[in-house]
C-alpha cells in the first residue's frame, strides 16, 4: 500500500479541506509543535484504510474521527497496492442527537492511465469498477492489501507510544500475527486438502480392486477356453447343416401330404353336405293344387259379380227413394201443423176472452181511484172548515159569506186525513196493477193470434205439396226399396269376400311357384358345388327325381374319397414317424454341446439357436478378451490411485498438528531477529544484539555487559525504538519474501515519534538506515518527529500548524 493523494476535512483537529499530494514522495517528515496535527494526519491514513485509529483503542469509534462540533466529515485516499491503483471514502455525519454515523463508504479499482500528478477529483472520478460499500469496504480493503488492520499497525504504521508493541509481545501473540501475516495457514489448508484427496484416492483404488476383484476369472485360461468352446460349436453347426437339410424335406413332403388330406377332407365335406330340401318330394302337387284353387276362385268371383249386377237393376227399377221419403214426410208434417194450428185458434180465443175480462177489471179500479179520491177532498175541506171555524169570532166578518157573524158555528172533529191518503194510495196501485195485467194479456193474445196466422201459412205450403199423396201406398213403395237396397248390399259383401280369397289363392300360387324356381336353382347349385367330381347332368323334367339322381351319386362318389383319404393319412404319418426319429437324434446330439432345443424345435429354430450359441460364444470370447484388457487398466489404475494416496498421506504426517506452520514462524522469527539483530547492532553502534529466548521471547545480548542475555522489556526508551525500528525494517523487507502466497507487499513505513529518545549518533545511524531504505525506491518512508535534526534530513517535509481555525499543513521541499 502506497499513497498518492490523502484528502482530509473535519477530520480530528483539521477543520479545512486539505489534500495532501504523495506523488514523487519517497520520503518525508511531519513537523510541528506538539498537538498541531502531525499524528492525526497518520490516523487519517489508517482510518481511509480501516474505518478506524489505534489511539482510539476499541475498533469502529467513529464518533472521534469529526472535529469536534463539525456536523459531517469526511477523508478519502487514492493508493496504489499490488499494480493496481484504489480510491477509499469514508464520510461521516452527525446526527440531530449528536450520535455520527458513516454516511457514505466505498473502494474503487481506479484507472491507472490518469496520470498520478491529476487532480483529486479526477482521480477518483476514472473508476474502472466498485469494489465494495458500506461495511463491505474494510474486507475488501484487506483483501486488496493484503494486510489486516493490526498487521498495517505493526508493520506498516508504528503509532506513537505504541511501536514497541511487535517487539513486546508475547510469543504467541506473535506467532499469530506471523501465521497471517506469512499466510502460513495456507499448509494448514494444504493439509485438509491433502487429507481429501488421500481419501478420494484410497476410495477410487478401493474401487478400481473391487471392479478388478469381480473380472478374476479373466485371466489366459478362460480366454482359451472361450476360444475352444466358439471352435466346437461352429464344427457342431458345419455338421448338423446336412441334417437340417434332410429334416426340412421331410417337413416339405408332411406339409405336401397334410395339404392333400385336407383337400381330400374337403372334398368329402362338400359331397357329405349334398342335401334334399324336405319339401322337394311334395312341391309339385303343393303348386298344382294351389293352380286348381285358384280357377275355382276365379269362377265362383265372376258368378257373384252378376248375382250383385242383378240386384243393383232390381234396385234401379225402383225408383227415387229421397223423394219418396221427402213426400211422405211432408204428409206428416200437414197433419201435425194442421193439429197446431187448431190448438193455436183456441188459445187465441181464450187470449182475448181473458183480455176482455181485464180490461173491465182495469175500469172497476180506476172507478175505485176516483172514489177515493173524492173522499179524500171531502175530508180536506172538513179539515180546512173546523180550523177556519176555529179561528172566528162573533161580529167579525165571516171570510167566506163576508157577512158579520153573530154565532160561532160548532164543528164536529173530522176523520184522520192520514187514513184517507193510504187509502187514495192503495187504489192507486190497484189501478196501475190493473192496467199492466190487462196489457200483458193483450199483448199475449196478439203473439198468440200471430202463432196462429203464421201455422195457417204453413198449412197452406204443406197441403200445396201433399195435396195428391197417398200415405200408404208411399210407406209400401219405401219398404219394396229398403228390402232391395239390403239384398244389394248382401251381394257386394259375398263378392268382396270372394274376392279376398281370390287374391290369396293368387299370391300362393305365386310363392309356390317362385319356391319352385329357387328350388330348381338350388339343385342347380349343389350340383355345380360337386361338378368337378364328377357329378352326372340333372334331368329338368322332375324335381324330385333331379335329386334323387344327384344324391345317389353321390353315395358312390364319397365311398371313393373315403377310401383315398385313408391311404394318404397313412402316408403322413409314416413320414412325420420318420421326421421325428431325425429330429431327436440330432436334438440329442446338440444337447451333448449343451445347446438346448425343444424335442418338437422346427428345423429353423434349430438353425436359429445354434447360430445364436455360436455368436453367443463369440460375445463370450470378445468379453473375455476385453475384460483382460481393462482388468490390465484397473490394476494400474488402482496402484495409481495407491501411490496417491500415500503420497497424499505422507503430505497430511508432515504438515499435521499445525507442525509445520509453527516451524515455518519459528524459522521466519529466527530469520527477522537475525536480520533486526544487524540493524540493531548498527543503531546502538555495536552494543545489542537481539535473540530468541528459549520460550521464543524477544532478548538482547548486551556487549556492554560481557555479552549478557536480558528481556527486551528492560531496555531504555531510546533503546526499546531502536530494537522495535530493526524489527519493524525486518518485517518490511522480508514478510513479502516469506509469504506463502507472496501476496504481501509492504511497500510502505511510518514511524510516528521516538526518535528524541535518541542520541545524536544513535539519530544519525537511524537516519541514514532510513534513507537507504527510502532510497531503493520501492518503499515509501514517513516520519513524525519534533527532532530538527531529523527532520532537517528529510527531503519532503509537510509542515503541520495549528490556530484556531484548527490545524494546517504546508509542505516544504528543502
Ligand atoms: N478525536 C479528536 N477530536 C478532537 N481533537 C483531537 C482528537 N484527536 C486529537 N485531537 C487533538 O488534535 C490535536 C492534534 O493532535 P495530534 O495527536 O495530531 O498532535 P501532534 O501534532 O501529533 O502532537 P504531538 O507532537 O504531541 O504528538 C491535539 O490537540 C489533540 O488533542
Ligand atoms: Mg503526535
Known amino acids: 500500500m502506497r499513497p498518492l493523494r490523502l484528502h482530509l476535512a473535519d477530520f480530528g483537529s483539521f477543520r479545512e479541506p486539505l489534500t495532501i499530494d504523495f506523488t514523487d514522495v519517497d520520503y518525508f517528515a511531519l513537523v510541528g509543535p506538539t498537538g498541531a496535527g ?230 368329402l365335406t362338400a359331397l357329405t353336405a349334398l342335401a334334399m330340401p324336405p319339401d322337394v318330394p311334395t312341391l309339385a302337387d303343393s303348386v298344382r293344387q294351389a293352380a286348381e284353387a285358384l280357377a275355382r276362385m276365379s269362377a265362383e268371383v265372376a258368378k257373384l259379380a252378376e248375382a250383385e249386377q242383378g240386384a243393383d237393376d232390381e234396385r234401379a227399377a225402383l225408383g227415387d227413394k229421397a223423394a219418396l221419403t221427402a213426400l211422405l214426410t211432408a204428409v206428416d208434417d200437414h197433419a201435425r201443423v194442421a193439429r197446431a194450428l187448431g190448438s193455436a185458434r183456441s188459445a187465441a180465443a181464450t187470449a182475448a176472452t181473458g183480455a176482455a175480462g181485464l180490461a173491465e177489471a182495469e175500469q172497476r179500479a180506476g172507478a175505485a181511484l176516483a172514489d177515493a179520491e173524492r173522499d179524500r177532498e171531502r175530508l180536506r175541506d172538513a179539515h180546512a172548515a173546523a180550523d177556519l171555524a176555529s179561528r172566528l169570532a162573533v161580529g167579525a166578518p165571516c171570510p167566506t159569506c163576508l157577512r158579520a157573524i153573530t154565532e160561532l158555528p160548532h164543528h164536529a172533529a173530522p176523520a184522520d186525513l192520514g187514513a184517507a191518503e193510504r187509502t187514495v194510495r192503495a187504489r192507486g196501485a190497484d189501478l196501475e196493477r190493473a192496467r199492466a195485467d190487462r196489457r200483458k194479456a193483450e199483448v199475449e193474445a196478439a203473439r198468440v193470434k200471430q202463432k196462429a196466422d203464421e201455422l195457417e201459412n204453413q198449412l197452406a205450403v204443406l197441403a200445396a205439396r201433399a195435396a195428391a199423396a197417398d200415405r200408404a201406398r208411399v210407406t209400401a213403395e219405401l219398404t219394396a226399396i229398403e228390402a232391395a237396397e239390403d239384398r244389394l248390399a248382401r251381394a257386394r259383401r259375398a263378392t268382396r269376400t270372394a274376392r279376398g280369397e281370390l287374391a290369396r289363392a293368387e299370391r300362393r300360387a305365386a310363392e309356390l ?26 334331368d329338368r323334367a322332375d324335381l324330385h327325381a333331379a335329386w334323387t339322381s344327384l344324391l345317389s351319386w353321390r353315395e358312390e362318389a364319397a365311398a371313393a374319397e373315403r377310401k383315398a383319404l385313408g391311404g394318404v393319412e397313412a402316408e403322413l404319418a409314416a413320414v412325420e414317424r420318420a421326421r421325428d426319429q431325425e429330429r431327436s437324434a440330432l436334438v440329442a446330439r446338440l444337447a451333448g454341446h449343451e445347446v438346448q432345443v425343444a424335442a418338437d424345435a422346427t428345423p429353423e429354430a434349430i438353425h436359429e439357436t445354434l447360430a445364436g450359441s455360436v455368436v453367443h460364444a463369440e460375445h463370450r470370447l470378445a468379453r473375455v ?95 526499546t525504538f531502536q530494537a522495535a525500528l530493526a524489527l519493524a525494517l525486518a518485517l518490511s523487507s522480508q514478510v513479502a519474501g516469506l509469504a506463502a502466497t507472496a501476496a504481501r507487499s509492504l511497500d510502505s513505513i511510518f514511524l510516528d515519534e521516538g526518535f528524541g529518545t535518541l542520541d545524536p549518533a544513535t539519530l544519525d545511524t537511524v537516519a541514514t538506515t532510513l534513507e537507504r531504505l527510502a532510497a531503493g525506491n520501492d518503499r515509501m518512508v514517513g516520519v513524525v518527529t519534533h527532532v530538527p535534526a531529523l527532520a532537517d534530513r528529510v527531503p519532503v517535509r509537510f509542515e503541520v500548524s495549528r490556530d484556531g481555525q484548527g490545524s494546517h499543513l504546508r509542505r516544504v521541499v528543502s
Open 38 to 267: 502531525k499524528s492525526t494526519v497518520i490516523d487519517a491514513i489508517c482510518f481511509a484504510l480501516y474505518g478506524t485509529v489505534p489511539r482510539w483503542g476499541r475498533e469502529n469509534v467513529i464518533a472521534h474521527a469529526l472535529a469536534p462540533s463539525a456536523a459531517s466529515g469526511k477523508v478519502a485516499m487514492v493508493f496504489e497496492s499490488a499494480g493496481r491503483r484504489h480510491g477509499v471514502v469514508r464520510a461521516l455525519q452527525r446526527d440531530a442527537k449528536g450520535r455520527v454515523h458513516t454516511k457514505e463508504a466505498r473502494l474503487d479499482e481506479l484507472d491507472p492511465a490518469v496520470p498520478a500528478t491529476a487532480g483529486l477529483d479526477d482521480l477518483m472520478g476514472a473508476v474502472l469498477r466498485p469494489i465494495a460499500e458500506g461495511d463491505a469496504v474494510t474486507a475488501e480493503v484487506q483483501r486488496v492489501t493484503g494486510l489486516e488492520y493490526r498487521f498495517f499497525t505493526q508493520c506498516v504504521v508504528l503509532p506513537q507510544g505504541r511501536f514497541a508493541e511487535f517487539l513486546h509481545a508475547q510469543p504467541r501473540e506473535r506467532q499469530d500475527l506471523l501465521v497471517q501475516l506469512l499466510d502460513a495457514d495456507v499448509y494448514e489448508r494444504i493439509r485438509q486438502r491433502a487429507v481429501r484427496e488421500e481419501d478420494a484416492a484410497k476410495q477410487a483404488a478401493a474401487f478400481a480392486r473391487g471392479r478388478l476383484a469381480r473380472l478374476a476369472d479373466a485371466d489366459e485360461a478362460a480366454e482359451q477356453a472361450a476360444a475352444a468352446r466358439l471352435e466346437s460349436l461352429r464344427g457342431l453347426a458345419e455338421r448338423a447343416r446336412s441334417d437340417l437339410r434332410a429334416l426340412r424335406e421331410r417337413d416339405d413332403a408332411a406339409a405336401a401330404l397334410r395339404q392333400e388330406r385336407t383337400s381330400a377332407r374337403q372334398r
Open 513 to 538: 311357384r317362385e319356391k319352385s324356381e329357387r328350388s330348381w336353382r338350388e339343385v342347380d347349385a349343389a350340383r355345380d358345388r360337386v361338378v368337378a367330381l364328377g357329378a352326372p347332368p340333372i
Open 625 to 719: 478378451r476385453e475384460n483382460r484388457v481393462q482388468a490390465k487398466e484397473l490394476a494400474e489404475q488402482a496402484a495409481a490411485k495407491e501411490r496417491e494416496e500415500q503420497v497424499a498421506h505422507e503430505l497430511t504426517l508432515l504438515l499435521r498438528a499445525n507442525a509445520f506452520e509453527r516451524w515455518l514462524c519459528a524459522e521466519a522469527l529466527a530469520l527477522l531477529v537475525a536480520e533486526a539483530s544487524v540493524t540493531l547492532s548498527d543503531l546502538s553502534g555495536g552494543q545489542y544484539e537481539l535473540v530468541l529466548g528459549e520460550r521464543g521471547e524477544i532478548e538482547v545480548i548486551d556487549h556492554a555487559e560481557a555479552g549478557l542475555r536480558r528481556s527486551a522489556r528492560t531496555l531504555s526508551g531510546g533503546e
